[in-house]
């Protein structure tokens, strides 16, 4: 599976930089977010991929949600896909956008693929194993290695949101005695936990599971955790009542660590 969600994410990605680099406009969806033609041609791509390969599994796609188009996904599996995760920053020329795949089962993300075209860096995972991939200019993978989070340090350091930030973020970081924050956007904050570089992702405000799960996948794979705030494993596929809004996620903290990640300071 992890094949397919690469080469749709790679030709994905170039589709994006070949927009990027020709221009575009950017049109407002009803939720006020932006949108652009890369957004559309890259879901156009994965979906494509996806349709030839596994035909059979349902896809929940953003820009197809956002145009009304909903699969019935009770009792099954089903790919979570964002196609142009961090539009804000492609519309305001930061490299941070990226190309989200996941695969959900029973409501978890057992794989996924962040690729961000514009650092040539890719992070794929499944089942225990996770990979950092360094992406040529010419869109092939020119070298692997595998990644794994480190163990929670005394000084951890925080990633947060580059745009949607909180007050609850600044007291979870104060209640766990964490000094150190980075903010940053789109879905690399989790592929920053899965490779060590960072320890804890605390967030407070919205996001909707094509945001999170292909980064989620990679990091659990790793060997991390994202967590409710309840400390309950985050799930995939929230839909109907009991849903605050379909594949809304609630507050959540992804954590990089195996040591003391629960445990206040």
């Not at 991929?49 to 909903?70: F, M, T």
């Not at 890719?122 to 194993?129: D, L, P, Q, Y």
């Amino acid at each position: 599976m992890l094949r397919t969600f690469e080469k749709a994410a790679l030709e994905a990605g170039k589709a994006i930089i070949t927009v990027l680099r020709e221009g575009f406009p950017v049109a407002m969806k009803a939720d006020a977010s932006p949108v652009t033609v890369a957004d559309e041609e890259a879901e156009r791509i994965i979906l494509a991929h996806l349709a030839r390969d596994y035909p059979e599994i349902p896809v929940v796609a953003e820009e197809s949600v956002a145009a009304g188009k909903v699969p019935d996904i009770a009792g099954r599996g089903f790919f979570l896909v964002d196609p142009l995760d961090g539009t804000r920053e492609f519309v305001d020329g930061r490299q941070e956008f990226t190309v989200n795949i996941a695969y959900i089962e029973n409501g978890a993300p057992v794989a996924g693929i962040v690729y961000a075209p514009a650092l040539g860096l890719a992070f794929s995972g499944e089942r225990g194993h996770a990979e950092r991939l360094v992406v040529m200019d010419d869109f092939t993978v020119g070298a692997r290695s595998a990644i794994t989070v480190r163990e929670q340090p005394d000084d951890r350091l925080a990633l947060a949101s580059l745009r949607h930030n909180s007050p609850e973020t600044g007291s979870f970081l104060a209640d766990h005695a964490i000094f150190k924050c980075t903010n940053i956007g789109s879905s690399l904050k989790f592929c920053l936990l899965a490779e060590g570089k960072a320890d804890v992702y605390p967030r407070f405000t919205r996001t909707m599971e094509w945001d999170t799960a292909a980064g989620d996948a990679v990091l659990r794979a790793a060997g991390g955790s994202t967590v409710t705030l309840d400390g309950t494993p985050l799930t995939y596929g929230k839909t109907g009542p009991a849903a605050d809004f379909d594949f809304a996620n609630p507050n959540f903290i992804s954590w990089g660590g195996r040591k003391r990640v629960l445990e206040p300071a």
